[in-house]
C-alpha cells in the first residue's frame, strides 16, 4: 500500500474517531437537566398596557438558560462557577420526551401572562371574569395515575371538593394513608368520568404518580396587555408580569422607583409558588443592578445568603406589593 493510501486511512480513522467523541459529548443523554447563568430582561420593554405607560423605576424577570444533560453540558457545570445540576425527575416524569417537556413550557409561559393579567386587573379595581382549571398533563409509567387518568382530564371534584389550586390534589392525599382511596370526578372529551384511584409512596410522600397544572380560563378580561417575549419559556415570570401590569394601570411607584428584580410563579387567587434556578436568577439580577429581589417564601433559604441585593421573600402578589411599597 502506498504512502498516500496509508496516510489517508489514517485520516479518516482519525476524523471517524473525532465524530465519535463528539457525538458522545453532546448526544448522549444524562438523567439530569443544567442551568446556567441567565438573564434580567427590563419588562418596559417585553410588555405594554393599551393607554397605560409605566411609572419611573424598572421591573425585571430573571430566567436561567436551561441545557439538556450531555456530557459536555455536565462536565462544564461541574467545572464552571454559576451552574447547576439538576436531577432529570425533578423536572418531569423519566419518560417524557425532552420535546414534550419544552411544549410545556411555552404552555406555561402563555398561562403566566394570562394568570398576571388576572390577578393585576383584579388588584387595580377592574372587573375580571376567570376561572381556574386544573388540568392533568401527564402521568407517570408504572404508577396508579397512569391508569385512572388520562393528559387533558380536567380535576372537576375530588373527594365531593372542588380544587381551589394546583396543590390541592397533593394536599388532600397527603391527609391520609398510602394506600387510601380516592373518588374523582373528571371531564374528559366533553364528557364527566367518575374515578376511584390508590395513593402510593411516590417521592417520600402518597401520590397518584402524575402532573396538574392550573389552566386559567379568562372570559372577561377588560384590558388586554401585549406581550413582546421571545425564546423565554416556563411559568416562573408571572409574579414580575403582574406587577408591571399594576403599577401601569395605577401609577404605582414601586420601592421609590429602584431597579426590581424577581422570580415567582402567580396563581389565580394571588399565590405565589416555587420556581427552579433561583440561584442563577439572583446572579442575573445582581450583573443588571438591581437593588431588589423578589423570591418565593419557599426558595429564600436558598439565596437568603446572597450579598449586594436585598432579597425579599413573598407569599402573593399582595404581600409583594405591600413590601415594595414599605421600601424607602
Known sequence: ????????????????????????????????????PGAAVDLNGLMSVPEHSPPPGNLYLTDVTVMPGRPAFYAAAKTLPGFEIVPRSYVAPPDKS??????????????????AQVVAERAAGYKVGAHEDITIVSTVKGLPA???????????????????????????TSKRPVGSTFHLSILRKGTVVPVACKTVMYKGKPRFGMTVIPITR?????????????????????LMFALQIYRSLTGTVLANGAKIAGTGVLQANGRVTPVGGVKEKVEAARHQGASVFLVPEHDYKDIKDVTGIRIIPVKSFQDALNKLRALT
Open 98 to 115: 425532552e420535546r414534550a417537556i419544552n411544549q410545556e413550557w411555552i404552555d406555561a409561559m402563555k398561562e403566566s401572562q394570562t394568570v
Open 1 to 36: 500500500m502506498s504512502w498516500w493510501r496509508r496516510r489517508l486511512r489514517a485520516l479518516i480513522f482519525g476524523g471517524a474517531i473525532v465524530l465519535v467523541v463528539i457525538a458522545a459529548l453532546f448526544f448522549i443523554p444524562l438523567p439530569f437537566y443544567i442551568f446556567g
Open 146 to 172: 397512569a391508569g385512572c387518568f388520562r393528559p387533558g382530564d380536567r380535576i372537576l371534584k375530588m373527594e365531593g371538593k372542588e380544587p381551589s389550586d394546583s396543590d390541592f390534589v397533593s394536599q388532600t
Open 218 to 238: 379568562a372570559y372577561s378580561l377588560p384590558v388586554h396587555v401585549e406581550f413582546h417575549v421571545r425564546d423565554i419559556n416556563g411559568s416562573s415570570a408571572g
